[in-house]
T-cell receptor
Framework: DAKTTQPPSMDCAEGRAANLPCNHSTISGNEYVYWYRQIHSQGPQYIIHGLKNNETNEMASLIITEDRKSSTLILPHATLRDTAVYYCIVRRYSGAGSYQLTFGKGTKLSVIP | KAGVTQTPRYLIKTRGQQVTLSCSPISGHRSVSWYQQTPGQGLQFLFEYFSETQRNKGNFPGRFSGRQFSNSRSEMNVSTLELGDSALYLC?????????????FGPGTRLTVL
C-alpha cells in the first residue's frame, strides 16, 4: 500500500492560507492522490484529487511535487468552517475493477479567529 | 441530485443482537462502499459492491456482511453484535470504481452496542 504521512495537527489564522502537507513516497505511477475532510461526526467530504499536475477547484488547490512523493493541499482563505480533520489518501487499485480508500489519521486543522 | 442517504441515523442495540443498516447511493452511482469509524481504529474499509456483486473486502470477521440490490441500494448486516462494534458506519458511492472517480459519503449511522 502507498501509505501517507501527515502532521497530526495544525493551526491557521482565519483569513490566511492553510497549507497542509502530505508525504506519499511509495506512490505508484498510476495512483491518484485524494484529499477529503471530515467535520466532527459527519461523513468525509471530497475536496480534490490529482495525478501529476497541480489542480485547483472552488474549494482548494493541490500541489504535487514533480517526483510525486509529496503533495500540499492549500485552502486559500481559511474560515472557521474549515476546522476539520483533513485526510490525504492514495487511492489503491484492489483488483477486479475496485479502488479502495485507505484512511490514515489525518491532520486536525484548527482555524483560529 | 440528492446525496447519499443512510438509515437509520442512530441505533442502539444490545450484545448478541443483529443489525441491518441501509444506504441509498446518489442516483446513477453503481459502486457502494462501506466503512467503519471508531476512535481507536479510525476509518476502516469494510467492503465494496458494484452491480450487486461484492468485489472488494476489508479485514473484518464474517459477522459483517452486505448486499446490493438492482437499484444500487445497499445494506450491511452485523450479526452477534459485540461491544466493539459500536461505531459510525459510513457508506460512500461513486459512479464506478475507476481511479479518477471520487466517492461521496453519506452522513453515517451511529451504532451503539450496550
Amino acid at each position: 500500500d502507498a501509505k501517507t504521512t501527515q502532521p497530526p495537527s495544525m493551526d491557521c489564522a482565519e483569513g490566511r492560507a492553510a497549507n497542509l502537507p502530505c508525504n506519499h513516497s511509495t506512490i505508484s505511477g498510476n495512483e491518484y492522490v485524494y484529499w477529503y475532510r471530515q467535520i466532527h461526526s459527519q461523513g468525509p467530504q471530497y475536496i480534490i484529487h490529482g495525478l501529476k499536475n497541480n489542480e485547483t477547484n472552488e474549494m482548494a488547490s493541490l500541489i504535487i511535487t514533480e517526483d510525486r512523493k509529496s503533495s500540499t493541499l492549500i485552502l486559500p482563505h481559511a474560515t472557521l468552517r474549515d476546522t476539520a480533520v483533513y485526510y490525504c489518501i492514495v487511492r489503491r487499485y484492489s483488483g477486479a475493477g475496485s479502488y479502495q480508500l485507505t484512511f490514515g489519521k489525518g491532520t486536525k486543522l484548527s482555524v483560529i479567529p | 441530485k440528492a446525496g447519499v442517504t443512510q438509515t437509520p441515523r442512530y441505533l442502539i442495540k444490545t450484545r448478541g443482537q443483529q443489525v441491518t443498516l441501509s444506504c441509498s447511493p446518489i442516483s446513477g452511482h453503481r459502486s457502494v462502499s462501506w466503512y467503519q469509524q471508531t476512535p481507536g481504529q479510525g476509518l476502516q474499509f469494510l467492503f465494496e459492491y458494484f452491480s450487486e456483486t461484492q468485489r472488494n473486502k476489508g479485514n473484518f470477521p464474517g459477522r459483517f456482511s452486505g448486499r446490493q440490490f438492482s437499484n444500487s441500494r445497499s445494506e450491511m448486516n452485523v450479526s452477534t453484535l459485540e461491544l466493539g462494534d459500536s461505531a459510525l458506519y459510513l457508506c460512500a458511492s461513486s459512479l464506478e470504481g475507476t481511479g479518477n472517480q471520487w466517492q461521496f459519503f453519506g452522513p453515517g449511522t451511529r451504532l451503539t452496542v450496550l
